[in-house]
Structure formats: C-alpha cells, structure tokens
C-alpha cells in the first residue's frame, strides 16, 4: 500500500503564530494527487486542496499555503496568523492509484491553537 | 451550495444486528464512496462505487458489508451482522471524476454497536 506519513500528532501554538503540519507520501507513481482535509471538532471532513503530481507550484490561499516538494515526496500545509477556529485535525491524503478513487488518509494532526 | 447528506446522524445498534447507513450524493456526481473511522483514529476507505459496481474495496469490506445505490439519488451502506468493532463514524463521499476532482464528503454517522 501506498503510505502517507504525517509525524506530528499533535501541535499546540499561541494563536498569531505560524505553522507547519507536515505530509510525507510514499509513491511508485508518474500521476498522482495530493489532498488536504480539515476535521473540526464537528467532526465533518473539509476539502482545502487538491494537487497533482505535475504542478509544483506552491499554492496560496488566505492565510494557507502549500509546498509540494517531489523530490522529498513532501506536500507541507503552513497556516499563518493561526487563529483559534483553525483548532482541528488536518488529514493529509493521496489517491490509491488505481483509478477508482480511493483516498489514503494519514493519521492526521491534531492542531490546537490557544488565545 | 450542494452537499452530500447523511441519515441516521447517530445509530445505536446490539450486536448481530443488521443497520443500513444511507446517504445522498451530489446529484451531478458519479462516484460514489464510503469510509470510517474509529474513535480517534484515521479516516480508512471501505468502497468505492461507480455505474451500480464496486470499483474497489478494501480488507475491512468483507462479506458482512453491502453497498446499493436503490434509486437515482440514494447511496446505501448495509451492515448484515454488526459487531462491536464496527463501532465508527462512517462518512460518504461523491466526486464528479476518481482522483482528478476532490471528493466531498457527508456529515457522517455514528454507529454505536453494543
């Protein structure tokens, strides 16, 4: 099975700070896609983004942005000015690669952001 | 804006019990998918679904778990005989195309087996 890797468990910031939750992504193929998913304490499951494989552009949008690195296999979400409501686990995914849709979730990060 | 529903929000069932978990996709799209997720854990695909078949499923999909999409707009989840590890939030998805589009997810139900 293809794996995603996401190592942090868990982060704790002050709210204003910046961060990182990374993604790490196991593949043996040329196409592929990249997704994030944020679970609030909801529980529901928010679509952020979607990359594939050929557009290495890092992506901005508001206070996300994203940086897809090939090379290390890497597909890095940073939130900027982090605020409160951006508590929630963050699932990094990439698709199975048969074709069928699937979606292989990591074991997600648990971010929580204090006042 | 379109989303994806789910009913029951919560169903609590005894063990050995069948329960069916509905859903209804967006109505434009074609696929058809449903996952879980166990207390505090990962979020594990169970099947996918396209034109009425199973494109793909996992190990967890055994011969306990069905899927049906009975009509235009219902998608189904059956559990023929719960068990106390079923116990999950299962959440549906669609998407207009596997993999190239994102795919959308329901609210999810919980399913509490006792």
């Known amino acids: 099975a293809q794996k995603v890797t996401q190592a942090q468990t868990e982060i704790s910031v002050v709210e204003k700070e910046d961060v990182t939750l990374d993604c790490v992504y196991e593949?043996?193929?040329?196409?592929?896609?990249l997704f994030w998913y944020k679970q609030p304490p909801s529980g529901e499951l928010v679509f952020l983004i979607r990359r594939n494989s050929f557009d290495e552009q890092n992506e901005i949008s508001g206070r996300y942005s994203w940086n897809f690195q090939k090379s290390t296999s890497s597909f890095n979400f940073t939130i900027t000015a982090s605020q409160v409501v951006d508590s929630a686990v963050y699932f990094c995914?990439?698709?199975?690669?048969?074709?069928?849709?699937?979606?292989?979730f990591g074991q997600g990060t648990t971010l929580q952001v204090k006042p | 804006e379109p989303e994806v529903t789910q009913t029951p929000s919560h169903q609590v069932t005894q063990m050995g019990q069948e329960v069916i978990l509905r859903c209804v996709p967006i109505?434009?799209?074609?696929?058809f998918y449903w996952y879980r997720q166990i207390l505090g854990q990962k979020v594990e695909f169970l099947v996918s679904f396209y034109n009425n078949e199973i494109s793909e499923k996992s190990e967890i999909f055994d011969d306990q778990f069905s899927v049906e999409r009975p009509d235009g707009s219902n998608f189904t989840l059956k559990i023929r005989s719960t068990k106390l590890e079923d116990s999950a939030m299962y959440f549906c998805?669609?998407?207009?195309?596997?993999?190239?589009?994102?795919?959308?997810f329901g609210p999810g139900t919980r399913l509490t087996v006792l």
């Open positions: 109505s434009n799209h074609l696929y």
């Open positions: 593949t043996r193929d040329t196409t592929y896609y």
């Open positions: 998805a669609s998407s207009e195309q596997p993999a190239v589009n994102e795919q959308f």
């Open positions: 995914a990439r698709d199975g690669s048969s074709n069928t849709g699937k979606l292989i």
